[in-house]
């Protein structure tokens, strides 16, 4: 029974023909269909021209019958249909035959489809360099056929197809014994070839040539015209059929004439290919080539004319100067970065976060204290040197980071300097690369020494507080004193005495206020303040803040309202801070209300919280101000604040205690429609 085998290839499939008259037609029909990615296969061919014990197998055109599946085609099958290279040792083909080793590896384009098989037939046993080298060979083969497809992009394939007119001319197509065309095998003669012959009558090659981006041209010693391809035809305006026989000055420009002739005279005298760049005016303007020429030689050896191709690289040209420019003016900016950098005395680190790796600037290894070659790229280099009490904040700002929760970096903490002392860092950062699940792959930062401001802030600190603590003893006596006065405990004064002395007794307990927030914001700064964290209900905590405040607000004709919560609003917090808080976002509220306001308390139930929330229908805050309403001493109005009553440090000091109580606070306000303080604290 016969069985039926095809060789099916990217476009076509032909099945052997019965005769060698009809097989070498079938040859010629593979012209045609050399388009696109078929047409490089010639030129893939040519790499083995010169080795006759190699062939190379044709699958995209050819079929196969059974009755003439002999032992080269069944071999031929295997390697083309494995995924690896398939070899035959010479102890078992000689027990069957008397032929040698076989070995056979296929050719595959980058999508997988069949290109051919390279096939070897050793008289002995292959050694394993032979095996080896010929899976390099068929590497190469594929190799060649990927980068003809984009010869129009790469300068290296110009040099091969020079030598392919050399090599190809040499060779004719074969049919074996089994009435297929096999391979391209050279044959060597005593007399050489008439190049233009050889390039018109071998159809394969006439057909690569002229697909080719590049132009080419053959001429005979004395400089006439042997052969030009299509694309040499569209470059000089000429036909091949014309200028045959002809002159290149005949067809050149009088310069490029000049320049072949000064090239072509050396490339004749010594033997050796020449490599050129010459400018072709086009209609559209001057084009650059690249221009590879070599002897033609012919069977014996003897130069007998030469062969040129040339490819049009100005758009590469266009593109290098364009990259140069580009490249200067990165060298320019990251000099400019760099002379920055330098002046400001700031390291530079830059984390490879998966391979835990860390290139850290020479400025960030002096600013400890290290040379060079002392700190190494591993990151522990920065997370051993952490002080152990900033270490636990620290990390948890980083993953923050790490989980988008925080667009930027910016961290202050004590960092170990070679002696083993300690100095104050300021780092900042931001995450510059994701991967596609989101997870961190780079992270880049600079360092900045920070310790003379932290000096000096803690002496200030240290200043503020001493003054402060001096201050406080003697001006609560005096508060006292004059609440005294002011009751007339002692003696009735006379209404102008005791109009002095209440303003003077206001203002003792507005300065006993400054003190104690001056004392708490120093505290808050310095890491001393103490927090009794416990579980309170913060409900209760709101009645007696509006409990305490409730006379205040009256001062300003305004009243508090709190519905209270149904649920017990269990929280985690010190409620003595809590309640400082509440007190300074209720009088904040009630200064800055109308007459006659009724200012909203509400607790609200969220996820992982409670929301405490103040509302107030007074002016509102400018939008200018928002970005400041947390800084000390910040006042939106400071005539308006200066006569309502206030230090500035309430909101800050609040904003301070409610992060230490791991909450957050913020606000919503629109100028002339009031506003919305509001603070959050984990449920309990």
Known sequence: MEKNISLQGSQTAVELPASGSVCLSSLSCFVPILQTAEKVFGNCRVLIVFRPDLAIDVSECLGLQAQHQTREIIELCHSLWRTRQFVIPA?????????????????????????GALIIHCPGQSTPNE????????????????????????????????????????????????????????????????????????????????????????????????????????????????IFGTHYREVLPPELADDVYQVESEMIASGAPRRTENIVQRDDGPHIYLVIRSPLLDANGEIIGTCGVGMDITQKIRLEQEMAKALASLKISEERWEFALEGSGDGVWDW?????????????????????????????????????????????????NFQGMTNTFSHEYRFRCKDGSYIWIHDRAMVVKRDDNGRPVRMVGTHTDISDRKNIEQLKAEFVSTVSHELRTPVTSIRGALGLLESELLGKLPDQALNLIKVAHRNSQRLIVLLNDILDMEKLMSGKMLMDIQTVNVSNIIEQAVDENKDFASTFNVSFEYAGSSAVALVKGDPE??????????????????????????????????????????????????????????QANNSNTRQQGGTG????????????????????????????FWFTLPVA
């Open 577 to 634: 801070r809590i309640k400082q808080v509440l007190a300074n976002l209720l009088s904040n509220a009630a200064k800055f209300s109308h007459n006659d306001d009724v200012v909203k308390i509400r607790l609200i139930k969220e996820e992982s919280c409670f929301k405490v929330a103040v509302i107030d229908m007074g002016e509102g805050i400018p939008e200018h101000f928002h970005s400041r309403i947390f800084e000390a001493f910040a």
């Open 649 to 676: 440090l309430g909101l800050n000091i609040s904003k301070k205690l409610i992060q230490q109580m791991q909450g957050n606070i913020g606000f919503e306000s629109a100028s002339g429609k009031g506003s919305t």
């Open 352 to 400: 490879d976060i998966p391979a835990e790796k860390c290139i850290y600037s020479t400025q960030w290894k002096k600013m400890l204290g290290h040379d060079d070659s002392e700190i190494s790229d591993s990151i522990k280099e920065w997370s051993d040197r952490i002080h152990p009490e900033d270490e636990a904040e620290l990390m948890a700002a980083v993953e923050a």
């Open 91 to 115: 102890k078992l083909t000689q027990k069957e035959n008397g032929t040698g080793s076989f070995s056979g590896v296929p050719i595959k384009w980058v999508d997988g489809k069949i290109l």
């Open 131 to 242: 095996i080896n080298n010929q899976q390099l060979l068929a590497f190469a083969s594929w190799t060649e056929a990927e980068i003809l497809k984009h010869v129009s992009q790469t300068r290296g394939c110009i040099s091969l197809t020079a030598s392919l007119l050399q090599k190809l001319q040499l060779s004719s197509p074969i049919v074996t014994q089994y009435q297929r065309p096999t391979s391209i095998v050279p044959e060597i003669q005593n007399q050489a070839h008439d190049s233009r012959y050889a390039i018109e009558n071998n159809s394969l090659l006439k057909t690569v040539i002229d697909c080719t981006a590049s132009y080419v041209h053959v001429r005979d010693l004395n400089g006439r015209y042997l052969y030009v391809n299509k694309e040499y035809e569209t470059v000089f305006k000429c036909r091949n059929d014309e």
